[in-house]
C-alpha cells in the first residue's frame, strides 16, 4: 500500500508555471507506475501524465503535451508535475495516483488532490 500527499498548487496568472510535487510512503515506490490527474469543477476527473516505474516511458493528455512534464525521482520517493505555459482552462484540483499491476489485479491509490487556479 501506498500513501500519497500532492503539494505546490495555488494561483498563478495565465502564462506562468507551477510545479507539484507528490510525497509517496513506502518502500516499492519504484514498482508503481505514476501519474496525475485532474478534476475542475462540474466536470470528471480527467487524465493527464503518467509515468513509468523506471522514468524512462512517459504518456501525456493531448491538452498538455508539449506544456506540462512529469518526472520522478525514486530515490526520494517523489513524482513531480512541472507547469509552464498554464491557460485558465488549466483550474482544477489535480491528485497525485500509483498504480501497481500484479498478474491478477491492478491496485490504484490517490492523494487528498492540490488546487490549480490559473487566472486569465
Known amino acids: 500500500q501506498v500513501q500519497l500527499v500532492e503539494s505546490g498548487g495555488g494561483l498563478v496568472q495565465a502564462g506562468g508555471s507551477l510545479r507539484l510535487s507528490c510525497a509517496a510512503s513506502?518502500?516499492?515506490?519504484?514498482?508503481?507506475?505514476m501519474g496525475w490527474f485532474r478534476q475542475a469543477p462540474g466536470k470528471e476527473r480527467d487524465f493527464v501524465a503518467r509515468i513509468s516505474g523506471t522514468g524512462l516511458t512517459t504518456y501525456y493528455a493531448d491538452s498538455v503535451k508539449g506544456r506540462f512534464t512529469i518526472s520522478r525521482d525514486n530515490v526520494k520517493n517523489m513524482v513531480y508535475l512541472q507547469m509552464n505555459s498554464l491557460k485558465p482552462e488549466d483550474t482544477a484540483v489535480y491528485y497525485c495516483?500509483?498504480?501497481?499491476?500484479?498478474?491478477?489485479?491492478?491496485?490504484?491509490?490517490w492523494g487528498q488532490g492540490t488546487q490549480v487556479t490559473v487566472s486569465s
Open positions: 495516483s500509483a498504480t501497481y499491476t500484479s498478474v491478477s489485479a491492478q491496485y490504484d491509490y
Open positions: 513506502g518502500r516499492t515506490f519504484s514498482m508503481y507506475t
